[in-house]
Each structure stands twice: as C-alpha cells, then as structure tokens.
C-alpha cells in the first residue's frame, strides 16, 4: 500500500491520499494521471490495468485501487 | 424534421397526447414508432444506414454475451477438474473469441460510417495527389448524402458494444428495445452520445403523466428555444457575413468573428442540448447532461470535461485509453523512460495515445483538413499548457495569485479566447485561409471598428445588438446562479405570479425576438451536420 501511495504523491504532493475517496468525482486525478498510474503500478507491482477496469469506483481511492491491484495478483 | 420547425412542434403535441394516454407497458413502443417516423422524415433511404448498426450491434453483443454465458457455464462446471493454467487458458480462449466478434462488428459499423462519411474528402485528396503529379486523370466525386445523425448513433451503438464486451453491461434480449436506445428522436440528431447504463435506465419504464415533471422539461425546451432562436439565429447572420467576404473582413473583425462565433456555437449546440434533453424529461426520461457552463473553465483541459461531455469521455473511455495502456504502448513507455529520462519519457507515451485522440476528434466533426488541424491544434494547445506546467508552478509560488478573483476571470478570459482562436478553423473550412486571417489580426490595424458603428454593417441592426447584449446578460447571470443549484427549481418556489411573468416572458421573448423571417432562414443546428 505504502508503495502504491508514493506513485500517487508523486503526482500531486499536495493530496491526503491516504484519506481522500472522491478522486475522480472531485476531479482530483485526471486522464492523464489515471495512464501515469497505471504504467508505474504495471512496472512496480507487474500486474496490467486494462482499459475495461478504468471506472471511477476503482480510481475514487487508495485503498480501491490497491484492492483492484490484488485482486488483478490474484486473478486466475 | 429540424426541432425549429412547425412540423416538429406538432409532432410533439402529438406525442404527448398519445404517450400519456396509453397503458405505460406500451410508452416505449410508441417512442420507437415516432423515432422512427423523425427518422423517416429526413428521407426515406436515410433509415437503412440506423436499421443496419442498430441491426449489427444487436446481433453482436448477443453474441459476445452467449460466449460469456458458455464460458461461465462451463467454468461451474469443471472448475474444480482444471488446472490454474488450464483455466487462464480457457478464460483467454473465450476472451479471444468474444474480441473476434467485437472487431468484425466495429470494423462494419466504423466502415459504413467511413464509406458515407469519407469516400469523398479520400477521392479530392486523392485528386490533389494526382494534379501534383501531373496525372491527367480526375475521379469524380461520389453523390451521396450524409444520413442524419450518423456520427451520432454509431458512436452511441458502438460504446453499448465495447460496454457488453467488457462485461460492465448485460447484452438487451429484445431487439426493438435496443433499437429505440439507438433511435431514441430527442438525441438522434446531434447527441448527446448517450450510455446505456444511463439511458437504459428510464427508456423504456413506465411514465404516468406528472404535471410538474412535464413542465418542468418544456421548460427547459422554451429556454433551449430561446438560445437559439433569439440568440445563436441572429448572432448566425453577423457571423456569415464576416466569414463569406473574409477578403473584406480582416483584422479586428476576425476578432469579433471570433467573439461572435463564440456565442452563436454555444447558444446553438447547448439549446438544442437544452430541447434534447427538456423533450426527454417531458417523456420521463432521464438524458445525462453535456454541458457544464464550458465558458466558466479556467483551461483548456478543463473546457473540455466541461463541453459536449458525452463525446469528451467517449473519446477519453474508448479511444484514449486502450491505447495509452495497451501493451505496446506500455513497453514504449518504458523504452521511452529509460532512453529520454523519467520525465519526458513518462509523458512521451500520454502525448501520443491523446494526438490520436485529437486526430479521431477533429476527423469524427468533419471529412476536411480544417477539422483536423482544429483537432490537432487542440492537442498542441493541451500539451504546451502540459509542458508549461513547471514554469505555472514557478510563476504561482513568485506571485500569490491563485485563488484571487481578477486571476481567475483573466484565465476564464484566456481560455475563451484560445478557443475562439482555435474555432477559426471551423469559421473559414481552409486551413491556409485560417492562418491568413488569424495573421491580420497582428498586422491590420482597424481597431476602430469596434466604435466606429462599421459592425452595424454585418447585417444586424443596432436593436439586434441591444438583443443579442441582453440574451448574453440573461445567459451569463442564469449560468452564475447555476453553479449554486438548478434556476428552475428556484424559479419553481416563487409565487405564482412571478413565474407565470418569468416563463411567459420567456415565451413572448422567443415568439418576438426569434430570428425568423427574411433574412433569416430556418437554420440547422450546427452541431446537426456531424
């Protein structure tokens, strides 16, 4: 989780992302950052989050992404 | 049928009545029937082209959904028996199979759109090459109309497909039920491109009528009409004349073309949103909005969450990002990084999957190379405002500004401006014309026309300007009271004498002020011809 959260700060150092669960809806992150994320966790974590899981519900936190990327680990 | 016309208004009074009278079971089969019939009315060959994707993506997501339900079916079955390799490997199988029929099915529907759309901007490029060449021989130019909507409905049609195949929705059973997602009349012509986990979520229910419900959305439709018959129908005929005697027209007019092309765009495409989606919630029918006040944003990437919405995601959900984290655009992303350092190399992949973007953008508004130096032109703005990012972030830590009033209007300010600067290429249709015109701005000094009265020549008399200031007076304070919450439900609240004066004065404004008559012609929505 820690990992997955310096890839956020990264981004915008000024975010409580630890907290925060209204990153879509508040705009917070935007297309760019969501593919910014998303090559930085397939190169930390090797998993790959396709086009078809981008939805907010899975973007809007921390801990939903860090779930969407076990559950991607786990995937068989 | 345009929604400006008698016919139109006739055929909704029509509607109504029937709607509300029949068993709600059946609201939705007579919603398809008058779709049908709006469609027809644009010609009778016209429909073909909406029968067959709506025929094309039926079938294929049926498709797609019965190999899913096999895969699963087979998976409770034998999933203890199977290996976790065995599995994947059937999973893949399935997938493979599915993404088979998805592409056949695109590659159909994406190439009636191009065959009826593009065969003629291909053959004059084609002409062009050739002249250059000296080749003697010309093709001729193929005779073929635009169907309606066509842009519209296939890119609609086509997001339900890719939502089927991704599994976030469940294939329709039931064909005429699918047709009227695809045919429903208020978005037909010019969107918005709706989902169909949105629409489908009131189309096809049952609607009782509900006074306040139903005026609530002619409302809207009055307020829709008022953008465009008192607004953007006048502005129109100022706007023809500095763009056909463009030769006359230079410096400080290209300014006010831009201004004033600026108004009569957004009065024309959010009223007819405004009709679209007021017919709608007449209907009982929920149609997800496009517009969030665009000309409030304080950049260009933000005008662009905020302007036409439904093509903005669409292009964002079904263009920008499969590409950006398909595999080989992962793989270039790292090869970038490692050979052009962290920063560059993480941005170089993002830049590329969004000039695709901007290219299939530019390309979908129109079959000519202003469109797409108009799309592209968007994504060089985009990226040099990305680029710049550093030298803000310098700028705004040197000077507390942020946040200050004066600098947020300066940057709303700015980004009208660039993008009224940007629309010339859709103005003048000729991309050396655009970047001739846009050059007298700097070296013609005619600044003067602004006070001189010489504007009173563009067709418009000075009562027209004193309506067209107003209408822009009213747009703007209406969006300002916006952003604290619907203005209906205020106005909804007041005693009923103050809204009977609010909404009948709308209704005389509109009936007195609309631009019909010589000298102006029943125009098309803008946004119709896309």
């Known amino acids: ?76 | 049928m345009l929604f400006t016309s008698y016919e139109f208004i006739g055929f909704l009074l029509l509607l109504f009545l029937l709607y509300y009278l029949l068993p709600g079971r059946h609201q939705w089969k007579l919603l398809l029937g008058a779709s049908w019939l709006f469609y027809l009315s644009a010609g009778p060959g016209m429909i073909l082209y909406l029968l067959a994707v709506t025929a094309a993506v039926y079938l294929a997501a049926r498709r797609i959904g019965a190999i899913g339900a096999a895969h699963s079916a087979y998976m409770a079955q034998h999933r203890a028996e199977l290996s976790r390799e065995e599995r994947r490997a059937l999973k893949d199988a399935a997938k493979k199979r599915q993404r088979r029929v998805l592409l056949a099915a695109l590659l159909l529907d994406l190439g009636i759109l191009a065959v009826v759309k593009y065969t003629n901007f291909a053959i004059s490029n084609l002409n062009s090459l050739l002249h250059l060449f000296r080749g003697k021989g010309q093709l001729s130019l193929w005779n073929i109309a635009l169907p309606m909507g066509i842009s519209f409905y296939t890119f609609q049609a086509l997001s339900y497909l890719i939502d089927v195949y991704r599994g976030v929705v469940e294939p329709e059973r039931d064909f005429f039920r699918f047709a009227l997602f695809t045919s429903f009349f208020p978005q037909l012509v010019q969107g918005p491109i709706s989902r169909y986990k949105d629409l489908s979520e009131t189309l096809w229910g049952e609607h009782p009528f509900h006074g306040p419900t139903v005026a609530r959305g002619l409302q809207r439709v009055l307020w829709g009409y008022f953008k465009k018959l008192v607004i953007a129908d006048r502005m129109l005929v100022a706007v023809n004349a500095l763009i056909r005697n463009s030769g006359q027209y230079t410096g400080a007019y290209v300014f006010a073309g831009m201004l004033f092309y600026a108004l009569e765009l957004y009065a024309d495409f959010t009223g007819g949103i405004d009709v679209t989606i007021g017919v709608a919630e007449a209907l009982g029918i929920r149609v997800r909005e496009n517009f969030l006040r665009p000309y409030f944003s304080k950049s260009i990437k933000e005008y662009w969450r905020r302007w036409h919405i439904s093509m903005g995601t669409w292009f964002t959900d079904y263009v920008f990002y499969p590409v950006s984290v398909c595999k080989p655009m992962l793989r270039l992303n790292k090869f970038a990084r490692a050979h052009l350092g962290e920063k560059l190399g993480k941005r170089l992949p993002v830049y590329l999957s969004s000039f695709a973007v901007w290219l299939a953008t530019g390309i979908w508004h129109g079959a000519s190379w202003n469109f797409v130096a108009w799309g592209l032109g968007n994504w060089a703005v985009i990226m040099l405002s990305q680029e710049l990012e550093p030298l803000y972030g310098r700028f705004h830590r040197r000077f507390q500004v942020a946040g200050k009033s004066w600098f947020k209007l300066f940057q709303v300010v700015r980004t009208v401006l660039l993008m009224s600067a940007l629309r010339l290429f859709d103005c003048y249709r000729d991309v050396p014309l655009t970047f001739r015109m846009f050059g007298s701005l700097f070296t013609v000094r005619n600044w003067a026309v602004f006070f001189d009265g010489s504007l009173l020549n563009l067709g418009l008399a000075p009562m027209d300007f004193t309506i067209l200031g107003l209408g822009l007076l009213l747009l703007t304070g209406v969006s300002l009271l916006q952003r604290k919450g619907s203005v209906r439900d205020r106005i909804a609240v007041l005693p009923y004498p103050l809204r009977f004066v609010l909404w009948f004065g709308l209704f005389l404004a509109v009936l007195l002020m609309g631009a019909y008559g010589i000298g102006y012609d029943e125009s098309q929505f803008i946004y119709n011809q896309f």
Do not use: C, W
């Open chain 1, 1 to 76: 989780m820690e990992e997955l959260l310096d890839i956020l700060r990264s981004l915008h150092p000024e975010v409580d992302f630890a907290r925060r669960e209204d990153l879509i809806d508040s705009k917070i992150l935007d297309s760019f950052d969501i593919v910014s994320i998303i090559s930085e966790v397939e190169e930390r974590f090797g998993v790959v989050i396709t086009a078809e899981k981008i939805l907010p519900e899975n973007f809007n936190s921390a801990g939903a992404l860090y779930a969407l990327i076990q559950a991607l680990e786990d995937e068989d």
